[in-house]
T-cell receptor, first 117, second 111 residues
Framework: EAGVAQSPRYKIIEKRQSVAFWCNPI?????LYWYQQILGQGPKLLIQ????????DSQLPKDRFSAERLKGVDSTLKIQPAKLEDSAVYLC???????????????FGPGTRLLVL | ELKVEQNPLFLSMQEGKNYTIYCNYS?????LYWYRQDPGKSLESLFV?????AVKQEGRLMASLDTKARLSTLHITAAVHDLSATYFC???????????FGTGTSLTVIP
């Protein structure tokens, strides 16, 4: 079974530029998550989708971050404009579905390492 | 805001020794997860603990959950070098649709 795919794996941009990340979840997984992991910290949940609807985006900095999941499969996360503090690894994860109100095991992709100069 | 704290943050132990990593959280939850992350790699799910008193074991790792104390432990038995990694606990606050990771414990097992 193929895992969660993410691209690009690495990205270097200058502050105030825009950047986009792509995620392809495991086939059949209805729930998709985007996390931000700053060096030395645990991942922080940015947004969670159930199919193509947003379940939780309470920690997404909406003034500069946006995400979409068209057709309930692939997802993109965009930052516009980027700031120095956005330097981090952006992880995508997926799970079968948000059943009965609790989160099932999440399967993580390899992540995209972003450096903002 | 929910706080999820792990103790210790860094752990260096000799092969063959036993040790416990602690995960404390600040609000009510009865679902707790443990993940492993190797350097430069993504996260791998280890355990899902779904109720008070839950205990799960896989190889040299055993995880438990005490929801009344808001505490989970990850016990390492007879450590081997392959266990060197960073271990994260994560807590699910379903009512608020929130999911929080702990600070992480960086484990190094020395031959």
């Amino acid at each position: 079974e193929a895992g969660v795919a993410q691209s690009p794996r690495y990205k270097i941009i200058e502050k105030r530029q825009s950047v986009a990340f792509w995620c392809n979840p495991i086939s059949g997984h209805a729930t998709l998550y985007w996390y931000q992991q700053i060096l030395g910290q645990g991942p922080k949940l940015l947004i969670q989708f159930q199919n193509n609807g947003v379940v939780d985006d309470s920690q997404l900095p909406k003034d500069r971050f946006s995400a979409e999941r068209l057709k309930g499969v692939d997802s993109t996360l965009k930052i516009q404009p980027a700031k120095l503090e956005d330097s981090a690894v952006y992880l995508c994860a997926s799970s079968l579905g948000y059943l009965t109100g609790w989160r099932e095991t999440q399967y993580f992709g390899p992540g995209t390492r972003l450096l903002v100069l | 805001e929910l706080k999820v704290e792990q103790n210790p943050l860094f752990l260096s132990m000799q092969e063959g020794k036993n040790y416990t990593i602690y995960c404390n959280y600040s609000t009510t939850s009865d679902r707790l997860y443990w993940y492993r992350q190797d350097p430069g790699k993504s996260l791998e799910s280890l355990f899902v603990l779904l109720s008070n008193g839950a205990v799960k074991q896989e190889g040299r790792l055993m995880a438990s959950l005490d929801t009344k104390a808001r505490l989970s432990t990850l016990h390492i038995t007879a450590a081997v070098h392959d266990l060197s990694a960073t271990y994260f606990c994560a807590v699910d606050i379903t009512l608020g649709n929130q999911f929080y990771f702990g600070t992480g414990t960086s484990l190094t097992v020395i031959p």
